[in-house]
């Protein structure tokens, strides 16, 4: 079964305007942390924003923030008043449990993100 | 500054070769991991490490094999085993307690078979 899954393969958004990039998710742990990545055309991967099974705030980094609906299982991404260098590929992801040394994070397939001018 | 460096930045390959790629940190980073990524899609773990001279395999670890010999080092060889090596590579590492970022990725490896 799919851990994380982000089911827009790709999104188109006005620049300046507002864009949620959808992410479910499923875990049986109670302790558990949700992340977004950003991935430009060159390949790196570009760490968001980072949410907490235990966070009873919904997290927010400059304009992006996450929604976070967790009886629901969801986590998406809110990037506000979007940039054209915000075209990307956007990954949502998952670590189950604890943070240990070696926690695996289990990416979805991503949402590719294009801002027109 | 610390960070990964992952090279080469592009690599070919021959059929029945193998290849190594490679991956260096100098964040004191315990954890380190190896992620394949195919076209349009996500990435899928290959193999991890938590501590030197130890590692475990991944989701997809066949035709592929690691070495963690140094706590800075953890290079990965593609095997002839591996029937489809053509993928984007990439490379990351974790501190203990890593709450707020997860991983630190580097920039990856482009590998061709040619």
């Known amino acids: 079964a799919q851990k994380i899954t982000q089911t827009q393969p790709g999104m188109f958004v006005q620049e300046k305007e507002a864009v949620t990039l959808d992410c479910t998710y499923d875990?049986?742990?109670?302790?558990?942390?949700l992340f977004w990545y950003k991935q430009p055309s060159s390949g790196e991967m570009i760490f968001l924003i980072y949410q907490g099974s235990y966070d009873e705030q919904n997290a927010t980094e400059g304009r992006y923030s996450l929604n976070f609906q967790k009886a629901r299982k969801s986590a998406n991404l809110v990037i506000s008043a979007s940039q054209l260098g915000d075209s990307a590929m956007y990954f949502c992801a998952m670590r189950e449990g604890e943070w240990e040394y070696g926690n695996k994070l289990v990416f979805g397939a991503g949402t590719i993100l294009r801002v027109k001018s | 500054d610390g960070g990964i460096t992952q090279s080469p930045k592009y690599l070919f390959r021959k059929e029945g070769q193998n290849v190594t790629l490679s991956c260096e940190q100098n964040?004191?980073?315990?954890?380190m991991y190896w992620y394949r990524q195919d076209p349009g899609q996500g990435l899928r773990l290959i193999y991890y490490?938590?501590?030197?001279?130890?590692?475990q395999k991944g989701d997809i670890a066949e035709g592929y094999s690691v070495s963690r010999e140094k706590k800075e080092s953890f290079p990965l060889t593609v095997t002839s085993a591996q029937k489809n090596p053509t993928a984007f590579y990439l490379c990351?590492?974790?501190?203990?307690?890593?709450?707020?970022?997860?991983?630190?990725f580097g920039s990856g490896t482009r590998l061709t078979v040619v």
């Open positions: 875990t049986s742990d109670q302790s558990y942390g």
């Open positions: 964040l004191n980073h315990d954890a």
């Open positions: 490490s938590q501590i030197v001279n130890d590692f």
């Open positions: 990351a590492s974790s501190r203990d307690r890593a709450q707020d970022y997860g991983y630190t």
